[in-house]
């Protein structure tokens, strides 16, 4: 006899009954929630395994990695990060917060990237937030 | 002459007017062998649907670029055309799209001569969808277009991006209670995981017939979000959560991101197998565009791929959409299940946020932040971030909330995968 | 050693000297074996026709955007090559190009699993006109480089484009009577509407026999408009004709534009079904273009899509010239009657503007534009625009002309519909 | 009997006659004008319709739309819409005619955007006429 | 619910306890039966083999455009994917990829109607290397951006090229005394060339089940030329003989460019037919670039087509690289032999220089720019330009070695025309 | 009887002696050189033909060859030619050696267009030689 002679999962018939359905949805929604939770934890040690070996690599090392952008402006962007970079630094400088003047670089990043799904709502959010 | 017999009382008719009559006669004929006479109600009914699409395309500019190719291939497949498509009535009276018949030639020497291929031009285009390769080469394109350093900096965002596939799940029990089959509830759930490639992808390989509902209701519902999601996300948040400010995130290196984009592909893979044509294309995709040495590469994944193959993708998407199967009474209930995936992915991924923060008190997640776990890159992080000043003008919540958002995406193709080992053929 | 024959008698000589012999062998028998003893001398004839068609497209500037990779396909068509195309003699002489074998096994599973596909480069990229691809995918962006506003703004001109068809028409008959068969009358008439990717999408269904010269003679008459108009329309025309001023046109809203793209798709598919791949991939460009909201799209399709098909489509054209099928006495014949084509649709074009001006003298039109009806876009509008400023060096008639310009577009598609739904097998 | 049992279209032989070729020639020249004729008529209609709006809409809408150009210029185009659109309206000035200041903006559009199959042709024509 | 095994014995349990069991039960089922167990120990060796490669590719910059798809390709080969590659275990043990399996009904029409192709993305995707296709692809690129002039005004250094093909003929020697095949000799010995689709093109032919090695030493030693090179140039060569001014090239004129483009694809396809689709492509590639009238085919070759094949045939290639493909000590000879034949070419394109000096004293070649004939364009040409600095700082010898490398690419791509016509199925 | 019944290279077995082999490879490089040999006839013929031509046309067709730059500037080249030639001609200028001042413009050429398999060795040799 094998050990785990079948499941429910693969073995799910074309109508289940709720409680089938429920057990195979609670046992994909562990399944998702394994993985993801297991990338979480794998992510969360790699950083602490980059945080230690950029400490021991000492301020010289942060201070270049932050000089070099991670990566040149796309072409076609309409807005350049270093504008986006003083617009933000102005913004955060006018609300006393210094944290935002390193962030603000970054934050130009994926803005400008991820335009793909959003090229479609620009024109709606234009008026209601800061872009 | 007997072929004609119009014009068989005519014989005494001088010749010139037995001629006009007989080319009277023939172009009546041509038009009323090869058109109008085809044009069915459904069809006719369609003509108003795409109406709609194309006013939802853009006018209110809905993810123009997937509903403005899903329209016009819908308008292409409910019009009697010829060489375009090749259809076929199933059993249950449903119309399977994309039939190829190959002639050939058995040869002496034991291969098989293809001496012709008959099909319309669709028939072949489609086949990047029924083969499942146009969905993966979009996400090469996505995994180059994404940044997944917030990700990477606040690795507690994923069960945030986990935690948004409720939807997709209770959609299920939904659907199955609707009376749809197993692979038709998995197929309407993924609506909820505001995933287009990933919905298109589960719905050829589980349930063709509805993959123009499927997909018409995932982009539509993603133009929706900024008006789907607020009021769930006020309805499940104290003022005070929406208040809280969240830790400056860490800037992330490249190597760092490397290792991300290899390290997800391995466990994903390792852990369902069935989600590696989406993961293992966006994050080759994402290495790309992170390594910093193919430029050329990452631009063609960017543009030339993701934008031609888009363009397939939509059109082949809509030529489905005859409205033998569009219209029908599922296409309705699909649409309704639609929204209320998304509403429940969007309670999903708030009420983990406020889970978490049990756990972690000294470092708190804004619960805003959650509703962008259902995906819909960067629609729903944005949300995040006006209903986040709304409570505090001076809160920058749009890095944090793009965690969660680019999460959203790994957590949909795992349960795509989920849907895909146990439920594929 | 029995198999090396040559050295067979050179047994006693030192062994260095037997293998110089033994190699000097070999490399005469391998060039005997695998090249110039198949050179026929269709082969070296149409080197030189390649050469000629190089002059025209690179020297002479004749459509070298197409003529260029015809002649190089052309080229490569009548060397011995292996691995590039697999051509296969009918039965009347002829040579099909583009042959694939599949080879493989039934399986136990009831499925059959191929194991290797035999056929050479071309064998694959000829498939795209073989199966009627690429003429469309080429209109896709034609659709999305064109602006119907002209049209628009004097629908008028559509008339001038469906009349400029009477030299497919015309053309049709005098191949009937010079042997021809219907299918090939057809191939050579379309030669007239001054379409290649038409031209090329037809003959590839009803004479792929005749595709290389059909193919050259549209390219290069289209090339040579402006020498083969102007006598015509100076001819047909009277000088007062010539100096008519026509009412500025009014400006189209881009609403009027999108909904012209689909009243085009659905009125012509409705009418002539079999045109819907060439005018609904023409239309589906237009879409994009005018409707300003799939930028990435309508870049995809203007640029990558066109450039990269028109590579292939032209050398697939060339492919088919082996020198067998092009070297006949009936080249010559599509070559004359191609001529007779072009003339006769420009004669159509002025008549029928002449015709028109009958019934609406308040608004005339300057019959030089008729001509444009013809296509061969924008080289036969800027021949009215030329031929109009030597009247009235003040008449400015391009933007007039590109109405019937783009017209004759549909018109040539629209009569490749009906000859397909005909004659098509 | 049917009402139309069989046409000549359909019926063509291989090597009709000249008589049977011309009947199915007409045919076809017929079902080209009416395809064409009817997009005719109804476009006509369309622009008639749109005329209407535009007028109930009043001139403030129609200074809109002409002040947006319909597209922005091609990437690569050697002549800028704006250039292209002085020039001619110099030209009509030169010679008294205030019609061509508008229509100026729409030339542009398909002289740089049909380029595809013009590309050849340019040189040739260069020196002939305006650019 | 005979089914659920776990959960026979606990029958008493309450309702919720038993379902939670009954989930648990499930989800260690279904990652039991779906992942880690099928990873093998070749799987996780080769994931170091990855890691390798991409150190190499991305943080030494070896080749990364196709270093770094190769390794993403063999990471997904080496992960149990699902609907991504299938595989089929041969006779010998060797692993097949891109296994594809048509399931249809033969129809009473005559055809056979296709319902189904079995396959993942990369069964389809690979169809590029199996069939041929991408590499000539590749080649139309390279052709697009290659200047032939320098070769064209020192026509003896194309002999260059030719003698640097003395090292793919000893390696073959080689590899067939470590026990190699006859086919499997030429594949590893055409590393020797230093041209990637050219080796990827015969081995995919020859020796499929070597692609993986042959692909990564044949790009990883091209990455290695300036350190591979510079000792044997040194070794072979005197002081006196570095310090040679060669003569200033003179301008080579566009229209004989154009001449030579179509010479060189009569010539070479006249006396080596098997080499055409290769060589076709260069030289269609070149002509597009030549001829000045095409600007949008030669940037659609030199962009487009070559980077978004470079994404496809680089991850293809890595996706044969099965551990049990792989590992085995066969890869170790290989990459042992691609260096000799490396090594071995650099010292034919030299002593082949020293060669001609013999006969032509009064223009001499600089013996360094005969390494440049192994191709690896450019960097072998650069790594001639260096050496000859650093023997006289003031010698450019640049150019002149452009000549001998672009002329390796044409021999590299003869001596596999003249294995694939001898050895070839 | 055939006049070349067979031979090694069409025959040879899958695992061939060492002596087959070197027959084998032999002739194939006698095929390479061949080949090679012949275009290197032909192209040095060609070049004769050309440089009679240009002879006959005369200074001035030379010239004009000259002022024609063969291809224009490839897009996103980082240094243009023609400072490429400006640089080279300095260079040439101070080593006293007149011959590069020509030939400069026409090395600008390959190294810009053939970045496609070196985009990766950049990097390497950025400071070694003269970029
Ligand atoms: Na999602
Ligand atoms: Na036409
Ligand atoms: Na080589």
Not at chain 2, 168 to 197: E, H, K, W, Y
Not at chain 2, 372 to 381: D, N, R, T, Y
Request: hydrophobic share 50%.
């Amino acid at each position: 006899m094998p050990l785990f002679p079948a499941t429910l999962a693969l073995t799910l018939p074309e109508y289940p009954t709720l409680a089938d359905s429920l057990q195979y949805q609670l046992t994909g929604f562990l399944v998702v929630v394994f993985t993801l939770g297991s990338l979480a934890a794998l992510v969360g040690l790699l950083g602490r395994i980059f945080a230690a070996l950029d400490k021991r690599r000492g301020p010289a090392g942060a201070a270049a990695k932050t000089a070099l952008p991670a990566h040149p402006a796309a072409p076609g962007d309409e807005i350049s990060p270093a504008i986006l970079a003083a617009i933000a630094g102005a913004v955060a400088a006018a609300l006393g917060d210094s944290r935002f003047a390193i962030r603000s670089v970054q934050m130009a990043d994926p803005r400008q990237n991820l335009v793909w799904s959003a090229e479609g709502r620009r024109s709606i959010y234009a008026s209601r937030h800061v872009r | 002459m007997e072929r004609r017999g119009a014009t068989q009382h005519l014989r005494l008719a001088p010749r010139p007017v037995t001629i006009l009559l007989d080319i009277l006669h023939d172009f009546v004929a041509f038009f009323q062998l090869t058109a109008f006479s085809s044009v069915t109600w459904q069809m006719a009914t369609m003509w108003v649907v795409c109406g709609v699409l194309f006013y939802l395309g853009v006018h209110k500019k809905f993810e123009p670029l997937l509903l403005v190719p899903i329209a016009f291939g819908a308008l292409l497949a409910n019009l009697p055309t010829e060489g375009m498509i090749t259809s076929r009535v199933l059993a249950d009276g449903l119309v399977e799209t994309g039939v190829l018949t190959v002639h050939g030639t058995p040869l002496d020497t034991g291969g098989f001569r293809i001496d012709h291929i008959t099909g319309g031009l669709y028939d072949f285009l489609y086949q990047g969808i029924k083969l499942e390769i146009f969905p993966p080469l979009i996400f090469l394109g996505i995994g180059a277009l994404t940044d997944f350093g917030p990700l990477i900096a606040n690795p507690r965002t994923l069960l945030l991006g986990a935690a948004a596939q409720l939807g997709v799940l209770a959609t299920f029990l939904g659907a199955g209670l609707l009376g749809f089959n197993a692979q038709q509830s998995a197929s309407i759930g993924i609506i909820g995981g505001a995933d287009g490639p990933t919905a298109i992808f589960l719905t050829s390989k589980l349930a063709p017939e509805l993959l123009g509902a499927v997909a018409v209701a995932a982009y539509t519902y993603m133009a929706l979000v900024p008006l789907i999601q607020p009021p769930i996300m006020r309805a499940l948040t104290t003022a005070k959560e929406r208040k809280i400010r969240m830790q400056s995130l860490r800037q992330v290196s490249r190597l760092e991101k490397l290792v991300f984009a290899l390290l997800v592909t391995v466990t994903v893979i390792l852990l369902v197998p069935a989600a590696a044509p989406l993961i293992g294309m966006l994050m080759l995709g994402n290495f790309l565009r992170e390594c910093g040495v193919t430029e050329r590469l990452l631009k063609a994944s960017q543009t030339e791929i993701i934008n031609v193959v888009t363009i397939f993708l939509g059109t082949s998407v809509g030529i489905t959409m005859a409205g033998e199967n569009f219209l029908r009474p599922q296409t309705l209930l699909i649409i309704a299940l639609g929204i209320v995936a998304f509403g429940l992915g969007t309670a999903g991924g708030v009420l983990a946020a406020k889970l978490l923060n049990l756990f972690s008190r000294r470092n708190p997640i804004n619960p805003l932040i959650g509703s962008a776990g259902v995906s819909a890159v960067p629609m729903a992080a944005r949300v995040s971030q006006v209903e986040g000043q709304k409570a505090d003008p001076a809160n920058f919540l749009l890095m944090h909330a793009m965690g969660p958002n680019v999460a959203g995406v790994i957590g949909t193709a795992v349960i795509a995968g989920y849907y895909i080992a146990t439920l594929g053929k």
